[in-house]
């Protein structure tokens, strides 16, 4: 089994500085991370690693500077490391983003098929939620997103069973392999790397593949020339200025009428409104 899992390295979202001009995020100096909603995905990729005996290759791509994410995946267990690299990838979006990540698990999978492709459910710095699909959809590969539980794994007939959260419930979906995972947070906790996956990492060579090597089929649809979409304004909210009002009151029936007279006080039509209502549902009860 080889399982490939796509992680990123983002800013530190304490830290985020936009460009005033580009309206991109500006990523020098600042302190980075490993997105965490990529860390679920490496850990169940990770856990498959323990099931299966499964392969797991990380992949990223960014500045050279990303090499450090790799290396921290590989400190938790990973099996191998590429980063993709090149200044055409420069201010990609998701559209550019999902073409060269898509085109690297493509090359990937020339050398070892790939059964399993995870993503992060999306990330801290951009949020979108659109590149795992995106990914999915480009290499022709079934999607699983929102994923809560990996339940079986069938290698013989390469079938896999999952629960996916969706509103007002648990879906359990089945399908087949190779398939393409985005793993919802809080499913699992990372687990610690060992001493000796510490020092692996530390003398690893990571693969570096620019736009070419990673078999990208036209480099124009990548960084800012590929990429469609346009960050208009990028602003922190104003903050409030409403102030919180204090209920008090010696009893809880204090307390609550003193709530509710706060709430009328501050919207003079709720209480005619309400007694309307109120007066056409016992209308209605007694007819």
């Known amino acids: 089994m080889h399982v490939v899992v796509c992680i990123k390295q983002v800013p530190d979202s304490a830290q985020i500085r936009v460009h005033p001009v580009t309206n991109t995020i500006m990523r020098q100096g600042v302190p980075t991370i490993i997105n965490p909603f990529d860390l679920f995905s490496l850990e169940e990729a990770l856990r498959l690693k323990d099931q299966f005996g499964a392969k797991v290759t990380v992949l990223t791509m960014g500045p050279k500077m990303a090499d450090q994410a790799l290396r921290k995946a590989l400190t938790f267990g990973a099996d191998e490391a590429i980063l993709l690299t090149d200044r055409a990838f420069a201010g990609s979006d998701t559209l550019a983003t999902s073409l060269a990540i898509s085109s690297a698990i493509a090359k990937i999978g020339e050398k070892e098929p790939i059964d399993i492709v995870f993503c992060g459910k999306q990330t801290i710095d951009g949020d979108?939620?659109?590149?795992?699909?995106?990914?999915?959809?480009?290499?022709?590969?079934?999607?699983?997103?929102?994923?809560?539980?990996?339940?079986?794994?069938?290698?013989?007939?390469?079938?896999?069973?999952?629960?996916?959260?969706?509103?007002?419930?648990?879906?359990?979906?089945?399908?087949?392999?190779?398939?393409?995972?985005?793993?919802?947070?809080?499913?699992?906790?990372?687990?610690?790397?060992?001493?000796?996956?510490?020092?692996?990492?530390?003398?690893?060579?990571?693969?570096?593949?620019?736009?070419?090597?990673?078999?990208?089929?036209?480099?124009g649809q990548c960084g800012l020339r590929g990429s469609p979409t346009v960050v208009k304004k990028v602003f922190a909210p104003s903050a409030r200025t409403d102030k919180a009002v204090p209920i008090t009151g010696e009893t809880p029936k204090a307390i609550s009428d003193s709530l509710v007279e706060t709430v009328f006080s501050a919207h003079p039509g709720l209480q005619e409104d309400l007694q309307t209502q109120v007066a056409a549902i016992s209308q209605g009860a007694s007819s």
């Open 128 to 219: 979108t939620a659109q590149v795992g699909p995106g990914i999915a959809t480009r290499l022709g590969l079934q999607q699983l997103t929102y994923v809560s539980k990996i339940v079986s794994i069938d290698r013989d007939a390469k079938e896999i069973v999952v629960h996916r959260r969706a509103e007002g419930g648990v879906q359990v979906l089945k399908t087949s392999l190779p398939c393409l995972i985005t793993m919802l947070e809080d499913t699992n906790h990372i687990r610690f790397g060992t001493m000796a996956d510490a020092f692996r990492a530390a003398r690893y060579q990571i693969t570096e593949w620019s736009a070419t090597d990673a078999g990208v089929p036209d480099i």
